[in-house]
């Protein structure tokens, strides 16, 4: 959830602003040291390459043809020449629809599809991967919603591609990538994407952000912190009487 566009939004739904506060989806940051994943990657064959990758549930979407990831195979489609891999950690009715799409585009020996990971297991699946992709639609839904998986990779220490929608737009200048997108299923996307993973693989020093990252993830993120705001709503609330 962005804090400013949602205020903003409600405001215009008749809300006083004086009665609103933003609190965003977080992480545990305890949970999610950063690890050594070289045994990982050698097992998936992941060793020699731009490792990118994304978390998340593959909820096939008959309306808009897409899921979770769908980007991401699109990307990958465009840079076979490249030494780059994608690795998706999730499960749902949209990975099969996604892995008979990779065959179609002949790229089976570049995308991993770990299915759904026990959640103790995932540090080492995010410390395999070198860039995280948060792809937010540019509509209601994108937003005014963080999601989890924003704080999750930058509490993993990873640096993050997302679409220039919501929370990322505030706290990942000067961290990670922000990229146009336009609307539910932006068609151009995976192009912008590709050009922006072309940069990390001449620069690969980009993605070496993880104290920084792990920062903003504790500024903002953490639940230790969120929950300390929660009490103080919570006490405001019934300390000070509502208006009439």
Request: hydrophobic share 40%; aromatic share 6%; glycine share 8%.
């Amino acid at each position: 959830m962005r804090g400013s566009y949602h205020k903003q939004w409600l405001v215009e739904q008749g809300v006083p602003a004086h009665r609103i506060e933003f609190v965003p989806d977080g992480v545990e940051m305890d949970s999610l040291k950063i690890v050594a994943a070289s045994s990982l990657r050698k097992e998936l064959s992941l060793e020699n390459d731009l490792v990118v990758g994304l978390v998340g549930t593959m909820s096939w979407s008959e309306r808009h043809q897409m899921c979770y990831g769908w980007d991401l195979v699109e990307t990958l489609a465009l840079l076979k020449d490249e030494p780059v891999k994608g690795l998706l950690v999730g499960d749902g009715n949209g990975r099969k629809v996604l892995e008979k799409r990779v065959e179609e585009l002949g790229i089976s020996d570049r995308i991993v599809f770990t299915g759904q990971v026990p959640y103790e297991d995932l540090p080492c699946y995010l410390a395999a991967m070198d860039v995280c992709v948060s792809t937010q639609s540019n509509d209601l839904v994108g937003q005014v919603r963080t999601t989890g998986k924003l704080p999750l990779y930058l509490a993993s220490g990873k640096y993050v591609v997302a679409t220039d929608v919501g929370e990322a737009s505030r706290v990942l200048p000067g961290i990670g990538c922000l990229l146009p997108y336009e609307g539910v299923k932006d068609k151009n996307h995976p192009a912008r994407l590709a050009n922006h993973l072309r940069l990390l693989i001449e620069k690969p020093e980009l993605v070496n952000v993880p104290e920084k990252a792990r920062q903003i993830a504790k500024e903002n993120f953490d639940y230790d912190l969120l929950a300390q705001r929660v009490k103080r709503l919570c006490q405001n609330l019934v300390s000070c009487p509502l208006d009439n």
